[in-house]
């Protein structure tokens, strides 16, 4: 079987209209890194976007999370809006895979959990010798931090997670793969890595 054939989604039943699964993705609490592995899958992409269309995600700049088949979550929960649009993806999507180690566990901006935030936020705005005349932002437009970073499985119910940080082009395209052709995904030897 070749990885467009494996890529196939089941055909609609006859006479139904054939209709595209819809794939939408976003970046929380993440660095973007795991956008960029999802990206290194290459020339694989012009076969995943023969068989899906891309609803919310940076790669469509949409705003919004329409009705969608897979969500694809990057990074972790800091803030009031990354719990908002963590719900959307949740209600908006029939599978939802946590894609890598901050959305899996916090990563690295859950190192800032052992440090109250208060004490946090003066340290960086008012001790930075770079801020020379501090001030911790509180623009009505920023949204509100979280006394912790959370993995996203702590906020809403999680189907899948691909490890890694960032999980590999590979194992990206392997989840997919299997999610499109209505398998449940198996990441063999060589694609589990959790650093
Ligand atoms: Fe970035 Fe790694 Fe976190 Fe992905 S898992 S968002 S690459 S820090």
């Known amino acids: ?33 795991c956008h960029m592995s999802f990206l290194d899958i290459d020339e694989r992409l012009f076969t995943l976007i023969e068989h899906v269309t891309f609803d919310r995600s940076p790669f469509t700049d949409k705003k919004e999370v329409g009705e969608c088949d897979i969500g694809l979550i990057e990074g972790g ?10 719900r959307e993806f949740r209600q908006h999507c029939k599978i939802l895979v946590a894609l890598g180690a901050c959305a ?21 705005y008012y001790s930075s010798p770079r801020l020379p005349h501090g001030g911790i932002p509180d623009d009505a437009e920023l949204p509100l931090l979280l006394d912790k970073v959370h ?4 906020v809403v ?9 960032p999980p590999s082009a590979d194992a990206i395209w392997s ?18 890595h959790y650093d």
């Open 1 to 33: 079987m070749t990885a467009h054939d494996a890529t196939r989604p089941a055909p609609p039943p006859a006479g139904a209209p054939e209709r595209k699964p819809k794939l939408a993705t976003v970046s929380l609490a993440g660095c973007f890194g």
């Open 157 to 165: 119910k999680v189907d899948y997670f691909i490890p890694g940080c």
């Open 175 to 192: 989840v997919l793969r299997d999610l499109l052709a209505g398998r449940a995904p198996v990441l063999g030897h060589g694609m589990l």
């Open 151 to 154: 993995p996203i499985h702590e």
């Open 77 to 86: 929960v800091c803030n009031a809006e990354n719990v908002q649009i963590l």
């Open 104 to 124: 899996i566990n916090g990563g690295l901006p859950a190192q800032r959990n052992s440090i109250p935030l208060s004490s946090l936020l003066q340290a960086v």
